[in-house]
């Protein structure tokens, strides 16, 4: 089960009613290719991304817990009920499962699913799609930002397109003479469509048909797509060889190769082309200027940030949130001095048994020995002759209650609450968590922000 919202208070009540069941909950500037061919269009400047961005924040909410929930205090007489740990991590959830083809980046994208439908982020109304017949679509073809949207049948034979503003099929059929359509691509306007067939043939034209074959592809088809002013079809094969087809004139343009080959996977950024070679090594290709740059200067191209890993789609959205797994019951700590080999043994939080030096209060070696004597704290301290020791340090404290955290290295933070003794409002460092080098009470902890940032 993964925590919508920490409010400790429900989770309590939840927790009531499963009684003690033992749980752990888991928690580029762009540069000109030949003259008008890519003039951007004025209305990819209005940007789909929201409905994207949307159902990706409410992904998180779902599967992370924002930093500021960590703050939120349970009832009163219900803080030993419950404790919880939380682990940062890069956010990358996933957005749809049993992918089958995908199209399109954050500005708008298409996903044909294993269950036969057809799932649309954008700027228009339609949001599903199912082909007739309800048969599952194989492909998908969509641009980013385009009102239509293209797609096979299960077998790749027949081709349909579809309206996003009207969420509608639009009449009539684009026939496949070879098919199964190996891959296919729509522009961002909507207005061009390209597929290569089985024979390798290389089809384009206006989304709605008649295609017209321009080349049959002599090596293995990798990628097919458009520039982003929509002017330019680009394939490419595994060979390195780049075709380029001018759309508003239909005619050939000078086509390219791309030295390093044979090549296994193409994917395209901006006017930057990427090709990866078997062993992971890759090359990055520019269409303005038709020759090699570095990774560096390709980055400045249009990344995106969604890719299919393991038949899911995902995406990075290159922030920071936290992971959390509740715990019942209280946090117990189990520590016995050793005054022969000057050390502290602690059972901890995670179940592990960790050694710390009673001279500088740092994590030591495991010694054998025999002196092994079990010491109580007082307030969280631990008294060892003229030394006092802190396994963990107050958050911060709301009303009656005061929130206690102890950082384990490669775990993460633990977080509970206890009863204060007094009434207070005390947020020393807020927005923050402490970190120990050392167990020594008089030595203070490290405050780490608490980073999340935006979705990209």
């Known amino acids: 089960m993964i925590l919508r919202y920490l409010n400790i208070s429900a989770m309590i009540l939840t927790i009531a009613v499963i009684a003690a069941q033992p749980m752990e909950l888991k ?41 500021a929930k960590l703050y939120d205090p ?17 956010a990358v959830p996933i957005i749809a499962g049993g992918v089958s083809s995908y199209a399109g980046n954050e500005e708008g994208l298409a996903a044909a699913l294993n269950d036969g439908s057809i799932r649309v982020w954008s700027k228009y109304k339609c949001s599903k ?36 503003e009207k969420c509608t099929r639009i009449p009539g059929d684009i026939p496949v003479e070879h098919g199964p359509v190996k891959m296919m691509s729509v522009s961002r306007t909507g207005d061009w469509m390209a597929l290569i067939d089985s024979f390798n043939g290389l089809l384009c034209g206006p989304v ?53 080959g044979p090549f296994v996977s193409v994917r395209m950024s901006g006017y930057v082309v990427c090709l990866s070679i078997e062993d992971g090594k890759e090359i990055y290709w520019d269409l303005s200027k038709r020759s090699i740059v570095k990774k560096t200067e390709a ?17 990075s959205t290159g922030v920071d949130r936290w992971k959390i797994t509740e715990h019942l019951g209280r946090p117990m700590f189990i520590v016995s001095q050793s005054v022969k080999e000057k050390l502290l043994r602690v059972r901890d939080l995670d179940g592990e048994t960790r050694y710390y030096s009673t001279l500088d209060g740092k994590k030591n070696i495991e010694i054998d020995t025999d002196d092994w004597k079990m010491i109580s704290p007082k307030k969280g301290v631990y008294t060892v002759g003229r030394s006092s ?22 775990k993460g933070f633990y977080l509970w609450w206890e009863l204060a003794g007094n009434y207070a409002k005390k947020n020393p460092h807020p927005m923050e968590l402490p970190i120990r080098e050392t167990i020594l009470a008089d030595k203070p902890a490290q405050w780490v922000p608490l980073v999340e940032g935006k979705i990209r």
């Open 27 to 67: 928690a580029a500037s762009r540069e000109r290719v030949g003259e008008f061919y890519i003039d951007v269009p004025r209305q990819l400047n209005k940007g789909t991304t929201r409905s994207l961005k949307d159902y990706v924040s409410k992904l998180m909410g779902s599967e992370y817990v924002s930093a």
């Open 74 to 90: 349970p009832l009163e007489g219900l803080e030993d009920k419950l404790y919880i740990s939380v682990k940062r991590e890069k």
């Open 129 to 164: 799609l199912k082909l007739p017949g309800g048969g599952g679509a194989e492909s998908v073809g969509y641009g980013p930002g385009s009102p239509t949207l293209a797609a096979t049948s299960k077998l790749g034979e027949k081709l349909y397109v579809y309206d996003l």
């Open 208 to 260: 709605t048909g008649p295609l017209k074959e321009i080349s049959i592809m002599e090596g293995t088809p990798l990628y097919l797509g458009f520039t982003p002013g929509q002017g330019v079809l680009v394939a490419i094969e595994a060979s390195g060889k780049i075709i380029k087809w001018g759309m508003k004139n239909h005619s050939p343009l000078s086509a390219d190769l791309v030295p390093g």
């Open 299 to 315: 980055l400045k191209q249009e990344p995106s940030w969604i890719y299919e890993q393991n038949g899911v789609l995902v995406y």
């Open 389 to 410: 020791f802190r396994l963990y340090d107050p958050v911060c404290q709301k009303g009656s209650q005061m929130l206690y955290s102890r950082y384990i290295e490669g």
